[in-house]
């Protein structure tokens, strides 16, 4: 691999939306993105699962990834409620977010689920994003960087590659809180991911290591050139079409 890998932005609308609104945003980033001619960053919209089908539609051929928020580490099978990584490739998904600190907590992930979601995910052709980031008491405690290598060995799996992995580095206390790590804390973690991605995954240079916490208009430039930082997980920011333009024009 040479060079930087290019940027990844990708939106988590989380549990927010509708048809309407899922048809206006998506159709308004993917006219942007048309008009722009793609450029060097690519951009990945999350709906929750029955807005697929609309997000897909309304952004077409402009070349606008969509991806799922989760998937089960079954192919198919008695599972209420749940939703096998085959059907989101079936829904038109290229990624799906797995390892949420969000799934981890309201759901009890752990760390083997998670690796076990991703190798489902990758099984069905989809690239997982893994999400690991430490709480506020462990960073307060000193062990953030430990905490993170930790996760980011328990939830990849093994064979993992540049081209079927991205690893999302969310420390928990900055997500929704309008508060975010300094650059030298980010750069610190960002290189810790990618020494040990460059020791355990073909090509881990190339892995995608996306920053999300917090990412707004206005710190997105200053978090997008740290190195290592290869794009963002946006929440809040993702769900209002210029903000999210403009964090993706940052990139
Ligand atoms: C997220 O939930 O992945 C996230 C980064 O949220 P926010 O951007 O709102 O902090």
């Known amino acids: 691999m040479t060079g930087s890998p290019k940027p990844l932005i990708a939106g988590n609308w989380k549990m927010h939306g509708s048809e309407v609104f899922a048809a206006d945003l998506a159709g308004s980033l993917a006219d942007r993105m048309a008009g ?3 450029g060097g960053v690519e951009m990945l919209l999350c709906p929750p699962a029955l807005l ?9 051929a402009s070349g606008v990834a969509i991806g799922g928020q989760d998937c089960h580490v079954a192919e ?3 599972h209420t409620g749940d939703i ?4 989101l490739a079936d829904a038109g998904c290229g990624y799906v977010i797995v390892g949420h600190s969000e799934r981890r907590a309201d759901h009890g992930e752990d760390d083997a689920l998670v690796q076990s979601k991703a190798e489902a995910a990758q099984a069905a052709k989809l690239v997982p994003v893994v999400c690991i980031g430490e709480t506020l008491d462990q960073r307060d405690a000193g062990t953030a960087v430990e905490v993170v290598i930790s996760q980011l060995r328990g939830s990849v799996p093994e064979g993992s590659s540049a081209s079927t992995l991205v690893v999302a580095y969310e420390p928990v206390w900055a997500i929704g809180t309008g508060r975010t790590p300094t650059p030298a804390d980010i750069a610190e973690i960002h290189d810790a991911i990618r ?11 190339g892995v995608r290591i996306l920053y999300g916490g917090s990412v ?8 997008l050139t740290i190195e290592n930082v290869n794009g963002a997980l946006v929440g809040g920011a993702s769900l209002k079409a210029d903000d999210f333009w403009a964090i993706a024009q940052s990139a």
């Open 76 to 78: 198919q099978g008695a």
């Open 52 to 60: 697929l089908g609309s997000v897909r539609a309304a952004v077409g």
């Open 195 to 205: 020494d040990v991605l460059t020791a355990i995954t073909t090509q881990g240079d």
């Open 36 to 38: 722009h001619g793609g």
């Open 84 to 87: 096998a990584a085959a059907m």
């Open 216 to 223: 707004k208009p206005i710190n997105a430039a200053e978090i």
